[in-house]
């Protein structure tokens, strides 16, 4: 018997893996514009570094981790996210030392146990950064900014940004208190999962995805009204930096997020098209994370985009987006090899022309027309073929296959270099 992909796991086909790839680097492109260097971080972990840096009564820890016992008996987890690796890398190699300011960015795959659907699955692919140092208005503000940028690369400008602040230490605290207060009144709406939260962490019955909770909590208190002034301050500066730039944001005063090492901004990001998963990245500034994990005291903020979301709502806005990126896959040149005579010629000719950065596909050992059949099935734009004769008179036949069809064309493929591109009419 066959055997499949284990359930949630997927395959990246063809023009779904270009389009995902496209859109890794237009965001990679954006963030190294602003300065983030790539980091390739190892996808196990030690458990213990998401149990302490996501928080034990998060989602993702408490029900979402692929956790194994190593065979040396220590539990490892294959990681569910990128940040806590991050921080764990930036404390191991001392990197706070080297610099003051980090600026990193990750891409790769994300495991979480989840219940697989559209847009959520059990493997998935996010490209995220962090900037390390920075506890000024102005870094949220260019963090923000970034992700705007990234989402007009992609190709999904209407995406909706939605921001709120957390607060921190000093005026949480009592902000939870007041929401657990509240709630405590309010039990009869909420989940069983929210009742349990109350006691440990409350903020999260604002994240609860039921929709009993959702209408309760809608008239709980919000952070905003109970933020301190500094941070109170803060929030208004970022949101002063994008108004002056004119980047659209929403303020969302529910927004909580489900990692506990959120403070101040924080922010999500949603698209059309996408059902219940309607985010299609996530972000905030997490300033005692460092220090948590063992580091220096060093403020940070960062986001994460979901890349299979990413590709959905670009799929969405822009119908066809997949065909079109997978159009990139049609060879530029489909070169055939008639007869043996051909075959070295064709060999080297194709070899040649793949180091001046054209797409070509190689085939023979058969009929004319079997080959024919193919170069239009692969949507190739030219054909040139080498045969016997071909390879005497050192001039292949090119055939157009995108305009006049029954035009031949004898190609001199001797040529070097651009003058080759030119008689083989490919774009440079
Ligand atoms: P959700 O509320 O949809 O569960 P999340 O808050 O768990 O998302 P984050 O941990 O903030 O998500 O991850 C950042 C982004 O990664 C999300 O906005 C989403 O685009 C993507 N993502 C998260 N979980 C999945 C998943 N299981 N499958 C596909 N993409 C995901
Ligand atoms: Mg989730």
Known sequence: MAISAVK?????????????????????????????????????????????????????????????????????????????????????????????ILRLYYAGPMFRHERPQKGRHRQFYQIGCELFGREDALADAEVLVCVRDILDAVGIPDARILVNSLGDENCRPAYREALRAWAERRQEGLCRNCIGRLGRNPLRILDCKVESCRETTAEAPVLRDHLCDPCGEHFAKVLAFLDGLGVAYTVDPRLVRGLDYYVRTTFEVTAEGLGAQAAVGAGGRYDGLVAQLGGPRMSGIGFAFGVDRLALALEAARPGAEERAGAALAPAIFLVSLGTEAEADALALARRLRALGVRVELDGGRSLKSLMRRADKLGASRVLILGEEEVAARRGTLRDMVGKKDEKLAVDFDLQGPALLDALGVER
């Open 8 to 100: 949630g796991f997927r395959d990246g086909l063809g023009p779904a893996a270009c389009l995902s790839r496209e859109i890794e680097e237009a965001a990679a492109g954006v963030l190294e514009s602003y300065g983030f260097s790539e980091i390739r971080l190892p996808i196990l972990e030690r458990t213990e570094l998401f149990a302490r840096a996501i928080g034990e009564t998060t989602d993702i820890v408490e029900k979402e981790m692929y956790t194994f016992e190593d065979r040396d008996g220590s539990l490892i987890t294959l990681r569910p996210e990128g940040t806590a690796s991050v921080v764990r890398a930036l404390v191991e190699h001392h990197l706070d030392q080297k610099d003051s």
